[in-house]
């Protein structure tokens, strides 16, 4: 298993992309 930092900045590009789903999606779904 890798240990990927925090900071990461494709990790960071990632969560701002899902971050982005979510609010156009809407609360009705959860993305795991």
């Known amino acids: 298993e890798r240990e ?3 900071d990461d900045p494709r ?3 990632v969560a701002r992309v899902l ?4 609010l ?3 609360p ?3 993305f795991q």
Do not use: H
């Open 28 to 30: 009705r779904r959860n």
């Open 11 to 13: 990790l960071v590009n």
């Open 4 to 6: 990927i930092p925090s």
């Open 24 to 26: 156009r999606l809407g």
């Open 19 to 22: 971050d982005n789903l979510q």
